[in-house]
Structures are given as structure tokens and as C-alpha cells.
């Protein structure tokens, strides 16, 4: 549990005869107000700074939460000033949904980028069969050739009709890379273009904290050879 039940001898009693509270989430320092942290009753901060508090302190006397405190700034600022933050919205409601903070989670939810995200971004990828699979699959293929390289090259192959999946078969045998681990992504029956699919790749590799770039995969076999446009290399950078 980030939040634990279980209280810390000493310094604890000295807390609530001071209106200032110094934070140490995870390694972040943070100071700020009872009356801050207890703004929303319903909320976790608020239940455990309510009567004594339940967390433990480090060797300087901050009380401790063992939880990434990386965007528990923005939690803070919307707690003193209701300000929502523009950057980092999806991480902050992460943060606003483990505090229950249930204000700023409404009003999150609201914003055009998590609407955006949640309604539109994540809805078209449910219609992308084995979507969160392949993603998974890139990601290992490109671990596993990364061993004294740069650079690990990954072809995809992104079929956006029905029609496309018809000439599945001619356009693999097509290619001179190795088709076993050519990754397929499609059909789908959605709006969203190729481009748009391939943004969507890249979002979701990057976020893990990968370097990747995507570029068409083009062959050049002389004019009597058929050529599709289905491939394109995944190019992922690890130094």
C-alpha cells in the first residue's frame, strides 16, 4: 500500500501543533498546509492527516509516502489554487484517481486531451485487432536484436481494408527482410487512416521510455515486380 495504516513513534504528535507539513513522496520534498491536505474529506490525504496522522517519517521527520511524487505538485496546486495543469494530464489523473481526490477527477476527465485520449484514441484501438498485443510483441523483438547495436529494425505491416488483407500473402512474399518477424497490424473498421495508426504505435512505445522512429519500407525490385505500400520500419534508437 502507498498510503500505510500503521503510525511512527515521536514526531508524530509534533505535526498537528504546526499548520505546515513537510512531505517526502517518494523523494520529492513538498511542504504545505493541514488545511491543504485536508480540503476534500472524502480524499486519502485528508483521511490520513485527520486526528493523528497514519504514515510513517524519514530521518528528517517528513512524512513519507512511498509513491513516485513526480506530479504530486499538480496535486498540491490543484488542492491550494484549483488550477488544473496542462502538461501531464494522464499521469495526473493516475495520481488524483490513487488520492481520490474525486474534484479533480471530474474536472480532468472533462479536459480535451484526456476526452481526447480516453474517447477518441483509445476507442479506435479496441477496433484494431491485437492492438496491445503487437505493441508488446515490437517491443520484444526489439530488445531481444538489440545486442551490440545502435540501432534494432522492426518491419510492420499495416493493413487498413479488407481488401489489403486479401493481398496479405503476395505482399509478404514481396519482401527480402524476414517475414517471421514481420509484425500485422489490421484491418479496421474505423475512421482513423494508416498515419494515424502508425502515431498511435509511436505514442504507445515512447511512453514506455523507448526511442523509435517510423519510416516507409520500400522496395525497389525493378518495374516487372508488383510493389505495396503496406511495410514500414520501426526504428528503435537505444543510444
Known amino acids: 500500500m ?39 474529506p472524502s480524499s486519502r490525504l485528508a483521511d490520513v492527516f485527520n486526528g493523528q496522522p497514519k504514515l510513517r517519517t524519514d530521518t528528517d521527520g517528513r512524512y513519507f509516502i512511498d509513491r513516485d511524487g513526480t506530479h504530486f505538485g499538480a496535486i498540491l496546486e490543484f488542492l491550494r489554487t484549483e488550477r488544473l495543469p496542462t502538461e501531464n494530464v494522464l499521469e495526473v489523473h493516475k495520481e488524483a484517481v490513487h488520492y481520490n481526490i474525486k474534484p479533480l477527477i471530474k474536472l480532468l476527465e472533462g479536459t480535451p486531451h484526456f476526452f481526447g485520449e480516453a474517447v477518441g484514441r483509445q476507442q479506435f484501438l479496441t477496433k484494431v485487432p491485437n492492438y496491445k498485443e503487437n505493441i508488446e510483441v515490437l517491443i520484444r523483438i526489439a530488445r531481444a536484436e538489440a545486442i551490440a547495436t545502435r540501432h534494432t529494425t522492426i518491419i510492420v505491416c499495416v493493413l487498413r481494408t479488407e481488401e489489403d488483407l486479401a493481398l496479405y500473402d503476395s505482399a509478404i512474399n514481396s519482401l ?3 517475414k517471421e518477424s514481420v509484425v500485422t497490424f489490421g484491418p479496421w473498421k474505423a475512421a482513423p487512416n494508416v498515419k494515424d495508426l502508425l502515431d498511435c504505435i509511436k505514442i504507445d512505445i515512447e511512453v514506455q521510455g523507448y526511442k523509435v522512429n517510423i519510416v516507409p519500407h520500400i522496395t525497389d525490385k525493378g518495374f516487372l515486380f508488383k510493389s505495396y505500400d503496406y511495410f514500414y520500419k520501426l526504428i528503435f534508437t537505444w543510444w
Do not use: M
Not at 509534533?14 to 476534500?40: A, D, E, M, Y
Open 2 to 40: 502507498s498510503l500505510p495504516d500503521y503510525k511512527s513513534p515521536g514526531k508524530q504528535a509534533s505535526l498537528l501543533q504546526s499548520p505546515v507539513v513537510q512531505l517526502n513522496i517518494g523523494g520529492h520534498l513538498f511542504c504545505t498546509s493541514l488545511s491543504t491536505l485536508r480540503k476534500h
Open 176 to 178: 527480402e527482410a524476414d
